[in-house]
């Protein structure tokens, strides 16, 4: 039988349902429902899905069923899933046309956006029905979606993360530096924009009441050769900017290195707490090296491409107030930040809580100090390659959610798993995930 990812798949599927299958001798007695409280019970935690090829619904594929297919023209050629898991159990799920990363909500959940990814458009849509509201293209023709997004004033403004053309890096860097498009939120016009003062935009956060937004850039150059990205990257300035939002001057620049090294996600709190992800993808004999110590068998790497190898490359704290640049955790715990994905900030403990998913960690820290505070490797809870954190509208509990499949819930803080507020959908591949 052909190995590839759709038979490693149902495979996973099928070890499933055998679980299933056991004697209820042999099953765990069963735990009663916890009624999500009155702050979770309208919640919901939304899930972009990279991969809906594989989704089938009503036996027959899920581009094939009307009622997926809903905002997708026959002209469409790319298609993603987003789901809606509700703390109250139910499930809902569409298609809409766009190279979804990302996915936010308005705090005040009258408007949702996902956000298009070195790809030419994004779209909003109804939290509520997951109905298409508005599609609009990237900043100018050749541009490419940054991958995300926030929104301003209570979710009457949203701000986008937008991508230069992809050109060879020539004196100095301006022409490759990426752009913040100010946009309205349901037509998704763009009322006016700023430079990110960097190359290659991704992640980007408000602080300081929306007086600044802070800007992740990957740094990453294309090879003169192919007019592509190469493994590994070829990085000539990863960087954190912070710009002011009133005025689109830049406030602070810090330059996170050169090489191989992207800079792709953060999470920020106020100038002195911003934490900054970094990716660095190596050769094979160079992952084997890293995983040397593993003493069980493991599977291919599902969060990622074929032939993009992650390396263990440190999560870094940014104090922009005092200009100090630092790693966060300490040497065992860099070896395992392979594919550094999704980052949050507890600012109500002073935590920070980021995802791993080669790795199968989800890392807590000290958000004072960067130190670590607690390590997870959420295999031994049931939860495989965790990649998106959400902290959930009660304040008191946030969600992460496996590449593929089921979506845990933790106690902030303490970090206990709840099992009772745990959802088990399929996503069919994401990266990131928001709730409101």
Known sequence: MKIDRRNLLTGGALLGLAAATVPAEAAPAAQPPRTPSAALKKAAVYVPGYMPEY?????????????????????????RMITRVGMDGSIRQTLLP????????????????????????????DPETLEMTGMAPSFREGWRGGGHAVYLDGGKTVIISERSPKQQARGGLEHLHGRLTIRDPETLKIRESYSTYGVDPHDIRLINNDRYIVAANYGSVISPKTGEHTVPRTVVEASITVVEVSSGKLVDKRKTGAGRTELRHLAAGSLDRIFAIQSTYGSASEDARQRSADGVAYDSDQSSEPGHNYLGAATLKYDALRKKLSRMGDRQATRLMQHGLSIRYDERHDQVLASYPSSHQLMVFDGASGGMVKRLDTRSQGLRYPCGIAMLPDGRHYAVTGYWENMFVFERGSHRLVRELCRYPLFFGHSHITSA
């Open 55 to 79: 989704a089938f619904a009503n036996g027959k594929p899920v581009d094939q069923n009307r009622r997926f297919t809903r905002s997708i023209r026959q002209a469409d050629g790319i298609k």
């Open 98 to 125: 766009v190279n979804a990363h990302d996915v936010e909500v308005a705090p005040d959940r009258s408007i949702g956006v996902l956000c298009g990814f070195e790809g030419a458009e994004h779209c909003s849509f």
